[in-house]
């Protein structure tokens, strides 16, 4: 922490701002008088940031006038808390644990952490990989890996775990691509700690699938073990044996260093067959998890029955004071309006009612002997005389 606090500012302002480095190193410190207590290092697991995991967490006990005010334990239970209460973007957590540690399992089971899956962690001997070199690995269809095959590696990862763990992980194909910036820094980080980095898969002509795939970190000078993540098809589990003498192979260019690799308990072949070989198991751990649901503000319900009439009813309010108008039956259609002072076309004759006064008098129904009026009342009876005269 002191070799990172006069950075403290430059790392802030990258946090502010979207950037690959945003999540490179986000850390969190719990200070008491000015003096540091306790840290803790999270990063995202993926590239949606659905899911982060706590690299590392480091906590001291709180002295207040020479007695103890918080323990460390206390410290590291509020730091996790607080990461899991202001990191809106992720949805679950995970953490890796060695099964001894009963202290860090006790805080992590309080703060809701379930375990979720025992992790194994192998060493083979340079001499043993030696040995393994030795045979001609059958692998015809080994290819090497571009951001093109990220669907394809994508599917094998999906495969190889069980649907928790696959939940947990949230992996999605853009995961399994390398963008120009990533490149870049990967490829820096490589010079400078002189590790090269060598990866492939085994691609499967007739399902159209990768059935294998493997990342060697290989140790240029000598200085640090080779590190290698092996991802295999449960339905093909005979590739063990040519992905490690593939893997063997490549570690004879560089000096002699042990080659180290994980193993998880849903993958018992993978372990019976490094017991074989005679592979040292060097670790033990618990993967652990625990989901997070950030709670949203809660707002008051809204209930019309508290609210004034003329509130509710505002909108309904007449604009003006209504005038009575006259109302046709069947002079209007539902779909069609006559525009005012229109008059309707007549057929036939029309006549003149200014030049002929007598036409303009109505004349007086002409009934039967029965007493019935003969003529509608909805029809043009001056249009009808017309056509007929």
């Known amino acids: 922490m002191e070799q990172l606090r006069p950075w403290y500012g430059v790392l802030k302002c990258l946090s502010w701002v979207p950037n690959p480095l945003q999540h490179m190193l986000c850390a969190f410190v719990a200070e008491h008088a000015g003096q540091p207590h306790g840290m803790i290092r999270v990063s995202p697991v993926n590239r949606t940031r659905s899911t982060w995991r706590v690299e590392q967490i480091a906590a001291e006990s709180t002295l207040v006038d020479g007695q103890v005010k918080l323990l460390a334990t206390d410290v590291a239970s509020q730091l996790l808390r607080y990461c899991l209460q202001n990191i809106w973007e992720a949805r679950t957590w995970m953490i890796e644990v060695d099964v001894n540690d009963s ?6 089971r ?8 025992q992790m194994a962690y192998w060493a083979i001997a340079p001499d043993l990989l030696t040995t393994l070199a030795q045979r001609e690995p059958d692998l015809p269809n080994l290819l090497p890996v571009s951001n093109a095959d990220a669907f394809l590696l994508h599917q094998l990862d999906t495969v190889a775990m069980p649907p928790l763990v696959r939940q947990v992980f949230d992996r999605q194909p853009p995961d399994f ?35 294998g795939y493997f990342n060697l970190q290989l140790c240029r000078d000598g200085h640090c073990p080779h590190v290698a993540e092996l991802t295999v098809h449960p339905a093909y589990t005979w590739l063990y044996p040519e992905l490690l003498a ?19 308990d849903y993958q018992s072949e993978r372990e019976e067959y490094l017991a074989q070989i005679g592979a040292e198991r060097t670790q033990h751990t618990l993967l652990m998890s625990r989901s997070v649901w950030h709670k949203l503000r809660e707002t008051r319900p809204v ?9 509710v009813l505002q909108g309904l309010q007449p604009a003006r004071k209504p005038v009575p108008s006259r ?7 539902a779909n069609s309006t006559p525009a005012p002072h229109s008059i309707p076309p007549v ?5 003149d009612e200014q030049s002929d006064p007598a036409a303009a008098a109505p004349e ?13 009342p909805f029809l043009n009876h001056d249009s009808m005389e017309g056509s007929q005269g």
Not at 103 to 108: K, Q, R, S
Not at 181 to 208: A, C, D, I
Not at 246 to 257: F, K
Request: glycine share 8%; aromatic share 10%.
């Open 177 to 211: 691509k390398s963008g120009v910036f990533q490149t870049l820094v990967n490829g820096v980080q490589h010079w400078v700690r002189r590790v090269e980095s060598v990866s492939g898969y085994v691609f499967e002509p007739q399902r159209k699938a990768a059935i």
């Open 103 to 108: 202290a860090a399992l006790g805080v992590y």
């Open 246 to 264: 593939q893997m063997a192979r490549m570690t004879q260019d560089c000096p002699p260093q042990q080659l180290c690799l994980a193993s998880a």
């Open 327 to 333: 109302f046709s039956m069947f002079g209007r259609t």
């Open 110 to 117: 309080q703060t809701g952490f379930q375990p979720l899956a």
């Open 303 to 311: 209930s019309f029955e508290y609210l004034p009439l003329p509130e």
């Open 364 to 376: 007086p129904p002409s009934t039967d002997g029965k007493g019935s009026d003969r003529r509608l």
């Open 347 to 351: 057929s036939g004759t029309v006549r």
